[in-house]
């Protein structure tokens, strides 16, 4: 299967596997010199302050022997010391160097996976990013990937772990084999219990992982929309939401920390088996003369050095289960569908616009059936229809957001399908009826679309959008910071500074989703002339409410029942029965009724 969880981990380490390996190679050699230290503690109790042959290899014998043997040693001490001290300077040398590989390998793991989600991140489709959590986004891609991270540096502790188990079997097999086995039994009991807690652990870290995931998202919502919140006296609402999903998540890491704690205390009561049976058992062996008094503490040395090792298995079965499901929830992100925006025709846009025969569905409610129009370049056309009929859908095919199911949407006699996406966004600007505006300056966000911002053009389009005014009163003016989506910004000139950056951006073809609805009917009426004058040529298409918005365009579109049930100029559809007709006639009632009773007082 193509793009696995480990295939994609394969692929972030790419480039570190020198520091994988440099990790490993001081990981067995600072073993050796850990269990090589004891070793020499025994040798000096049995040989040197005892009168026992020296039971080392032959070549270290040899030079022991040239040295001044046992009575060279017994009378410089010292040496003895400064041997164990370059041993364990030796150690420490070695700890260094695979901290040192471990921390570029970590870190260069974390910066590729991140980079890596992002860019897969910024090619999504549209429709993924619309099904998905923010917040549960930010903890895949935060807390998920430090989990990873964490758990690949902790391989180089399974290699250290096996290294350790196996070096100080050998130094202990050295010493008494019958000790050695009686030692190794509880060896495959903790791996086997291991196992068998790594399947239970699994599904308890993936349910809390996901949990941790909605608190974050409901988290991340609560604050993008602190005005809502008050506005409507939700907060004891949020706090009582909030309150339920903190209280799921500590429930499920609850669970997750209880069976830990079962293991731990399983673990624990292994290892003082395994103490208490190596302890008698050499006592016996000891008292027998079957090993000597350094040998016992040589074996009981190396045994208490390996329960931290062994029973450490829990820790990192634990930290591999919770590992895999995290590397499963990144590897969903990783394989999100993408947007190709690489191929396709580099074409100059004019702004012809064919509809043809659309139909398109979300999931099982189907939008529109058939769906046929045509817009001219340079032409405004306005679009008006009920709530939900999928007016803001028309522009979001346009730009591709979404494919429709059947039928073709053509610009300038081509498919939208076979222009490069690059060239067909950067025509086509859309602006939205709640804009999002970047945490930067007035000018960046109008500029966005610059890496060197152009002031006086910034300064044209802000104002034929009727914020240029506005922008000049602030205390900053062009580099006052909006803050965070615009927040210190009103909503009418958040949308109209939306407005000035689309205009920013010299797109061939401009789409106002309602982006004026919050503003007063003067600057509406402004902006319209503002656009009228400035960008002749320039096809233009208009979703809006207002009659007197929809009454300048070239061509009015009624959209109802997934079709173009009426099509024309005001004039036109003002006389016809229908949908327009009745808007037409509301809308006049209410400015009636406004005027008569602006007279009535006074």
Known sequence: MKNTKFEFLKKQLKGN?????????????????????????????????????????????????????????????????????????????????????????????????????????????????????????????????????NFVLEMADIVRVVCKIIIAYWFMAGISVSLSVISFITVPLISLFSIFFNSMIQKRFLAADEAEGLLQAGVQENLSAPRVVRAFGRQRYERDKFARENSAFSDMWIKVGDLLAWYWSTGDLLTVLQVVLVLSRGTYFAVSGQISAGQIISFMTYNSMLAWPIRSLGRIVGNMAKATVALGRINEVYSCPQEDYDSGIQMEI????????????????????????????????????????????????????????????????????????????KNVGIVLQEPFLFGKTVLENISITDDQPDVDRAVKSALIAQVHHSIESFEKGYDTPVGEKGVTLSGGQKQRVAIARTLYSRA?????????????????????????????????????????????????LVLNDGKIVRQGTHRQLARQEGIYKEIVKIQSDIIRQTEQEAMANG
């Open 17 to 149: 596997y020198i520091y994988m390996a440099g990790a490993m190679v001081f990981i067995l050699a600072g073993s050796f010199f850990t269990f090589l230290g004891p070793r020499l503690i025994g040798v000096a109790v049995d040989s040197i302050i005892g009168d026992k042959p020296f039971d080392l290899p032959a070549a270290v014998v040899n030079w022991i022997e040239k040295t001044g043997g046992r009575q060279f040693f017994l009378e410089h001490i010292y040496v003895v010391v400064m041997i164990f001290c370059i041993i364990r300077l030796a150690e420490a040398g070695c700890e260094f160097a695979r901290l040192y590989a471990s921390n570029h390998l970590g870190e260069n793991l974390g910066y590729n996976m991140r980079g890596a989600l992002f860019e897969k991140l910024q090619g999504a489709t549209y429709a993924y990013h619309k099904q998905i959590y923010t917040g549960d986004i930010i903890q895949r891609c935060s807390t998920d990937i430090d989990t990873v991270r």
């Open 350 to 425: 004019k702004g012809d616009i064919v509809f043809d025969d659309v139909s398109f569905s979300f999931g099982r409610h189907r939008i529109f059936d058939g769906l046929s129009f045509t817009v001219n370049r340079g032409q405004t056309v306005a679009i008006l229809g009920p709530s939900g009929v999928g007016k803001s859908t028309i522009l979001a095919l346009l730009a591709r957001f979404y494919t429709p199911d059947s039928g073709k949407i053509t610009i300038d006699g081509v498919d939208i399908n076979d222009i490069n996406l690059h060239c067909l966004r």
């Open 508 to 556: 061939k073809i401009l789409c106002f989703d309602d982006s004026l609805s919050a503003v007063d009917s003067l600057t509406d009426a402004n902006i319209r002339a503002g656009l009228k004058e400035n960008l002749k040529g320039i096809t233009t298409i208009i979703i809006s409410q207002r009659v007197n918005t929809l009454m300048q365009a070239d061509k009015i």
